[in-house]
């Protein structure tokens, strides 16, 4: 595990760099905010784009509870995960909600017009911009690696460690 800090951003470029390529081949996470009375709430969210300064986008509703939610509290959490391939990401930020029709446009895809059916002018459209704080991934390996670290464990009374690669990006 590596640890990685804003403030060094040569040795946690590859880390990051992995980070935006397992959200980029995931795309789908789920988003949670606190409401008002601190409660989790947790939906799910399709990543228009992975920048790298730390940025993700996405498209949101104006009406819908993350407006309400993220003017009280910025801090949110992504969860992204692919169990066919045992790929695992969470991140944690802070969002920010924002209207530009110049960047609505740059994202735009076609599937968004079912739920902005004027486009990326759509009035109804709010962009959701997440500013990466911290990251974290698990590449698990396989079924058989599990057995083995089972059988170890069973032979040795040692509980496995990690068993894939886990990286870390503050």
Avoid: C
Avoid at 52 to 75: C, G, I, M, P, Q
Avoid at 112 to 140: F, H, K, M, T
């Amino acid at each position: 595990m590596q640890e990685l800090s804003h403030n060094d951003h040569n040795d946690n470029s590859g880390e990051l760099a992995k980070v935006a390529g397992l959200i980029r081949k995931i795309r789908i996470a789920l988003l949670t905010t606190v409401d008002a009375q601190g409660h989790l709430h947790s939906r799910p969210v399709q990543t228009l784009q992975v920048e790298s300064n730390r940025t993700l986008w996405f498209f949101t509703d104006w009406s819908s509870h993350k407006v309400t939610e993220l003017a009280n509290d910025e801090h949110v959490s992504l969860g992204f995960a692919d169990p066919a391939q045992n790929i695992f990401v969470i991140v944690s930020g802070s969002g920010t909600l924002l209207r530009d029709p110049d960047k609505a446009r740059q994202l735009w895809t076609v599937e968004q017009r079912a739920y902005y059916p004027e486009g990326p002018d759509d009035s109804r459209l709010a962009l959701l911009r997440v500013q990466i704080e911290r990251a974290e991934y698990w590449l698990a390996p396989g079924r058989a690696s599990y057995l083995f670290a089972a059988a170890r464990a069973a032979a040795t009374g040692e509980p496995a460690g990690i068993i894939g690669r886990h990286g870390e990006a503050e």
